[in-house]
């Protein structure tokens, strides 16, 4: 079991290493001045000191030493310099990060016990009008672009019904340490509730697919003719067969959750990870642009591996089998 | 095996579903070529205007007709879409004849690209590949395309793994038929129908992932009618309530894309009747 798990770990060491090398070329690639690239270019940085960044980043040194400066400031912690915020890179993303998590941990927690809860329902009621209505309706969120459901919601609730605001994390206007958790609270509502919604859809038709299965087997066969009710077997063998999918299924969902929050972000204007991303990629700020991809692929990445591991290691099924 | 009702069996039904989308997006298709670009001019009609007869889906704050401005917008996005699909459907049965065939150690390094793809958050890529080929259409197209094959280069991957050792293609390779012959005339007629569901089922998600770089600003000028431009500026106007901006446009991009997926889905079906049942 160890084994395994250190065998994954350093495939994603690996994965993680091949990440940054294709960041590197890709960014290497890009039009945009190497020292502003790699250094992040301070507009009030003097010629000698250009002329230092230059010296100590290698830039007229070749690509594989480039390289090695560059991953090894990484390592470091030392991300570079913003060009569009005048700070490291590393200090802007702390400080969004936790308004991201919130909002992403939010919309996973919720998606995931809601969906689990949906597919259950729709298998055990497979056929009936409450499977049909589930079925509709995940495949619809499937197709439908999370944005446009913001817009969506922003339209009803804060609009029509003035339920919520239109936009920020805050309301405008007031100093930052006078804002209440309720008004915190209250700009969250709607972005949390958009990500929760699409992310619903994925691990309900999976969890449906397998409770259909598992209602189809013959020990939920041999239940019901003890005379178990739906409830009985779906705590004695549904839950217990079903869950770690579903969570596996939720821990690999990290990398649709980022790319969803980005777009949530942009609707309601809420200052996280993924707006900022937003504004460095259409303002050319590649350094915190780099950051910010990096720290979210590690996000994803470390998704995934948990995934993995619990798909594969953690059922007793498997670990008897291995 | 359920019970169906008289008439209508399963596949009768597919039929039915694969006629309306395919006639939605023909109808959708149509109507793109035939309305005149006048609507779109400055002032044509009276400005926001609420939906009614004469503009279906209203008109925006400069007087454009909104209707039209949708049906050419989505009309960009399947060209697009149809574009990024076929290159990524390309670069997948590449990938994945060449994982299968040239031996382990192939295999092993392509498995681990399609690792290193799958892993990453593919908006946040989307955008950085956007960005570094310098916008426009272009910097849609390849960051799209580079994001989206892996799961179809996993199944033609193992498709041909399972027909490589077939008879006919080792005796076909014993009378001295070139590699390139094999892939050509055994491998790829084999492989084909796989392959045009998974392109069916990749169109989807790629006009979801091309309207929503346009929405974020990525590409394409804000002159160009793309649903995700329309979209993006219609938030500016969601507080004065012209909602229609918002709904409309919106919901005919649901349509489209849940038709592509009805079209794949349906596809996918026909290839396996045993699932017709389902």
């Known amino acids: 079991m ?27 690639l890009s039009p945009i001045d190497p020292v502003n690239a790699y250094v992040g270019g301070d507009g009030s940085a003097s010629p000698e000191q250009i002329e230092k960044f230059k010296a100590y980043w290698g830039v007229d040194q070749g690509l594989v030493q480039k390289y090695g400066s560059w991953a090894g400031a990484l390592l470091e912690g030392n991300f570079g310099t913003s060009l569009l915020y005048r700070a490291p890179v590393i200090d802007i993303i702390q400080s969004r990060f936790l308004t991201s998590l919130a909002l992403m ?3 996973w927690v919720l998606s995931g016990v809601i969906g689990y809860a949906l597919g259950v329902i729709a298998a055990m009621n497979r056929g009936k009008w409450i499977d049909k209505i589930i079925k509709w309706y995940s495949y619809t969120l499937v197709s439908t672009p999370i944005f446009w459901m913001g817009l969506i919601l922003l339209i009803v ?12 994390a805050a309301p405008a206007g007031v100093m930052e340490s006078e804002v209440r958790w309720i008004d915190r609270l209250h700009h969250f509502v709607l972005p949390a509730l958009t990500l929760s919604i699409l992310g619903v859809a994925n691990v309900a038709m999976h969890t449906r697919e397998k409770m259909i299965d598992i209602l189809n087997t013959e020990y939920v066969l041999f ?23 579903a969570i596996s ?19 309601f204007s809420y200052p996280g990870l993924g707006s900022t991303l937003t504004t460095a990629g259409l303002k050319g700020d590649l350094p915190l642009m780099v950051g910010i991809i990096l720290i979210s692929s590690l996000f994803v990445f470390a998704g995934n591996l948990i995934a993995d591991v619990l798909g594969k290691v953690v059922d007793p099924r498997t670990r008897e089998a291995g | 095996m359920q019970l169906v009702r008289e008439g209508w069996n399963v596949r009768k039904k597919m039929v039915l579903m694969l006629a309306i989308s395919l006639g939605f997006l023909f109808v959708l298709l149509l109507l793109s070529f035939t ?22 889906f209203g008109t925006d704050w400069l007087g454009r007709d909104m209707f039209t401005r949708t049906i050419k917008g989505l009309r960009l996005s399947l060209t697009i879409g149809a574009f990024t699909s076929l290159l990524s459907v390309l670069i997948a049965v590449m990938m994945g004849i060449c994982a299968a065939t040239f031996g382990k150690t192939a295999d092993t390094v392509i498995s681990w690209v399609i690792d290193l793809f799958i892993g990453m958050p593919h908006l946040v890529f989307m955008v950085l590949i956007c960005f570094i080929a310098g916008g426009g259409i272009y910097g849609i197209v390849l960051g799209i395309s580079l994001t989206h094959w892996t799961a ?25 038929k070139s590699a ?15 392959v045009m569901i998974g392109f069916l089922l990749m169109f989807p998600h790629v006009i979801l992932h091309e309207a929503a770089l346009t929405f974020l600003g990525f590409g394409l000028s804000p002159q160009t009618p793309a649903v995700g431009i329309i979209l993006s500026e219609a938030m500016n106007h969601i507080s004065t309530g012209k909602w229609w901006l918002v709904v409309f446009p919106g919901m005919l991009l649901v349509m489209v894309v849940k038709s592509f997926d009805s079209i794949g889905e349906q596809f996918r079906r026909m290839t396996e009747p045993a699932s017709s049942h389902e």
């Open chain 1, 2 to 28: 160890v084994a395994t798990i250190s065998v994954r770990f350093i495939r994603m060491l690996t994965l993680l290493f091949g990440l940054s090398i294709l960041t590197f070329t890709l960014v290497h």
């Open chain 1, 105 to 107: 941990g939010t919309a």
């Open chain 1, 157 to 168: 609730f804060a609009v029509w019904l003035k339920w919520f605001p239109v936009g920020l």
């Open chain 1, 223 to 245: 239940a019901k003719a003890r005379g178990e009710s739906s409830w009985q077997i779906f705590k004695n063998h549904g839950l217990r067969n079903s869950i770690l999918p």
């Open chain 1, 249 to 267: 299924l939720q821990f690999a969902y990290f990398g649709e959750l980022f790319g969803g929050s980005m777009l949530a972000e942009q609707v």
């Open chain 2, 35 to 56: 309305l005149s670009n006048d609507h779109l001019r400055l002032g044509a009609g009276a400005k926001n205007m609420a939906p009614s007869l004469s503009h279906l």
């Open chain 2, 152 to 176: 179809l280069a996993r199944v033609v991957r193992s498709e041909v793994l399972q027909i490589k050792n077939a008879e006919y293609i080792q005796i076909s390779k014993s009378y001295g």
């Open chain 2, 180 to 194: 390139w012959y094999v892939a050509r005339k055994h491998m790829l007629p084999a492989i084909f129908p796989q």
